[in-house]
């Protein structure tokens, strides 16, 4: 076939950046942008996220960890100073507080002089899947859904080109979700939000909102099933804004999404293979012109080890830049035009996320989805299907279940200096920095501008115009959540776990969990107890759940009685659970980065119980070095992504419940 009579514009290149501090987080914007990059992608930290202000409980150890902290509208001014927000596109990736700050964005915006009619970007704000996989979530659906509306309303209004709302798969596949899952559940969330805004009434351009709806996927190594995911995405978005809304404008029903290649698909066991799986999923979401994606970021190839360095981000920019404009990519029409092998693949996926949103919708939609437990586990059983998958070997993975053979690797070689090291400085520094703030400020205009947040949230008025009040007035993160946790209430969203019975004992080879399973029976018979119980424990604000589920599937298949109560849990909470439960063992799962600080915290209050002799153990994505300190600590193992196969991890934990209590070494073969 011809080439195009014109080469494709290039999609936004991006990084996911930003850790430390404003100041930090904006050097490294300004270096990233002159390096080529052509849109920015700002991580927040996790109290930033979820609502709380970094000198709150909750934010011990986690502020400036895996993104920047963005306190109030000074931060914002240090993050972006210096960048002309007229002229660029940036990416945040944020879902609870998105209204928030996405007002301090276009507060500075304003005065920088910027027109807001020129603001070009994008407010992550979906926060389904938080309640589903990644745990950011702060309200109950149905309030999280009206900030989403009002931020909708107010940005068709005000800020049309900006994407008020990133519709995220993202996540979905990291939790589990098949690619038949993965599209039926976003595009399920997709209609919860179009019919949140159509049954408010607050627009009258039903299309102008369709055209800013955009989406942010992932995108494993099955390149070529990534390929026909991402064509069958476009088709049921248009048939869905066709047939339910009624929508005719070809540009409005076009299927916008960005992408990020799937993170959690990279190993910590020769790393170097990250690099060409990068390469091979970026591929999936560029190969087809029809289903291209409109903005990519890659992950970095020691992201399974620790934070990218800038030189790591500089290498996957590169990884970009050289596809778009080495290759002839950009010359050349859709490749899989006509090819039947991509139709078949197409139809099948559509086929199956037909049936799987059907179902979705027929139960009430994705919010009732959500609160009966079904999403969460189906996404638990799909995880510990693919898990069952690795750990029999009928899913190859390099340099892991297979060809585990290797030499030492140079990329690795610095040890610690190999991945971005925070500064434990950091967190005191930004809590003088709000201590000042706050003193700096005029008491009555923040109250007032909180008290009139609280009456419009406690109405039905749309709050983006009280939100940007607050700003105004120098309100911080955590007491504009702070207001809206007040009238709104919190939500702990359903575990998935009770779904999930027997799930991980069906993936697995029988003999090997069996030989666990007698293990952990003859313990306890030995203890005199009638099952071991553990305590799985998410301290802190890290909301990544899905190991710390799967390992409790596995453990209560094993013969454990698992405690589990899900996500953002206090050190003080994990204690009085351990009392409470009169456990055997405490397992805590960190993959923030904060692990020396949460963990550190748990065992000093197990102290204070008089509980020094319970063991602890602990997973995440954890360096070496801070492994050795969490031994010296009194842990008694650490776990990380090297170590895959659950049902070796629960054996483990059998050993370490034997050690604690001084009983003899029990080995009982598999069959």
């Avoid at 404003?22 to 700002?42: E, M, P």
């Avoid at 400085?425 to 809590?431: L, R, T």
Wanted: hydrophobic fraction near 45%.
């Amino acid at each position: 076939m011809a080439k195009l009579p014109e080469r494709d514009r290039p999609w936004v290149m991006r990084t996911y950046a930003g850790h430390s501090s404003a100041a930090a987080s904006n050097a490294l914007f300004r270096r990233n942008l002159g390096k080529g990059q052509t849109g920015l992608s700002v991580a927040f930290d996790l109290p930033t996220q979820t609502g709380y202000d970094p000198d709150a409980e909750l934010a011990r150890g986690e502020v400036g960890r895996v993104g920047v902290p963005v306190a109030h509208l000074g931060d914002m001014r240090t993050l972006f100073d210096g960048i002309d927000l007229g002229l660029a596109n940036t990416s945040m990736t944020i879902n609870a507080t998105a209204m928030w700050l996405l007002s301090l964005y276009v507060t500075v915006a304003r005065e920088q002089g910027a027109p807001l009619a020129s603001l070009a970007g994008t407010t992550q704000n979906d926060i389904v899947k938080e309640y589903l996989s990644r745990g950011t979530h702060i309200f109950p659906p149905g309030p999280s859904l009206r900030l989403t509306t009002d931020t909708i309303a107010w940005t068709v209004a005000n800020c049309p080109k900006w994407n008020p709302v990133n519709i995220c798969s993202y996540h979905l596949q990291e939790a589990g979700a098949t690619p038949v899952q993965e599209v039926a559940f976003a595009l399920a969330t997709a209609i919860a939000v179009l019919d949140a805004v159509r049954d408010s009434g607050q627009v009258a351009d039903f299309a102008a909102v369709a055209a800013r709806i955009s989406f942010f996927v992932n995108a494993s190594v099955r390149f070529v099933e990534e390929t026909a995911k991402m064509r069958a995405f476009g088709l049921l978005w248009d048939r869905i804004l066709t047939d339910r809304y009624e929508i005719s404008d070809k540009s409005a029903k076009r299927f916008r999404y960005g992408v990020q290649v799937n993170s959690l698909g990279l190993t910590e066991s020769q790393p170097e293979n990250n690099v060409q799986r990068i390469v091979l999923e970026m591929l999936g979401v560029t190969l087809s012109r029809d289903a291209r994606a409109r903005a990519v970021q890659l992950p970095a190839w020691n992201e399974a080890l620790g934070l990218p360095r800038p030189w790591d981000q500089q290498w996957s920019l590169r990884m970009q830049q050289v596809l778009a404009f080495e290759s002839d990519l950009l010359e050349y029409p859709d490749l899989f035009e006509g090819s039947h092998v991509m139709t078949a693949l197409v139809d099948d996926l559509v086929a199956g996320a037909t049936a799987e949103l059907d179902r979705v919708l027929e139960m009430g939609g994705v919010v009732a989805a959500v609160e009966s437990g079904y999403l969460k586990s189906a996404l638990v059983a799909s995880l510990a299907e693919r898990r069952g998958r690795m750990e029999r070997g009928e899913d190859v993975v390099v340099g892991v279940n297979r060809f585990p053979e290797t030499e030492p690797s140079p990329l690795v070689a610095a040890g610690a200096a190999a991945i971005e090291q925070i500064d434990p400085a950091v967190e005191s520094a930004a809590v003088e920095s709000l201590l000042a703030w706050r003193a700096a400020r005029t008491p009555a205009d923040v109250d007032n501008a909180l008290e009139r947040l609280r009456q419009v949230a406690g109405g039905t008025g749309n709050l983006m115009e009280a939100t940007l009040d607050c700003v105004r007035a120098g309100v911080t993160t955590g007491e504009w959540a702070s207001v809206l946790r007040d009238v709104f209430g919190e939500y702990r969203a359903p575990t998935g776990l009770t779904g999930a019975v027997s799930a991980g004992a069906s993936t697995v080879p029988g003999s090997a969990l069996v030989a666990v399973r007698e293990r952990v029976r003859r313990t306890a018979e030995e203890l005199g107890a009638g099952r071991l119980r553990m305590l799985v424990g998410k301290p802190g604000l890290d909301g990544h759940s899905n190991g710390a589920e799967q390992i409790a599937v596995r453990a209560r298949d094993a013969g454990f009685e698992v405690v589990y109560q899900g996500i953002r849990l206090t050190s003080a909470q994990i204690v009085a659970a351990a009392v409470e439960e009169d456990v055997d063992l405490v397992g805590l799962s960190v993959l923030s980065g904060s692990h020396l600080a949460a963990v550190a915290s748990v065992l000093e209050g197990l102290r204070a119980e008089g509980l020094d002799d319970l063991p602890v153990v602990v997973g995440g994505i954890i360096p070496p070095s801070d492994a050795a300190t969490l031994l010296a600590s009194g842990v008694a193992r650490v776990f990380t992504p090297k170590d895959f196969a659950i049902t070796d991890v629960v054996d483990e934990l059998v050993t370490v419940v034997r050690e604690a209590h001084k009983l003899p070494i029990l080995v009982i073969q598999a069959q």
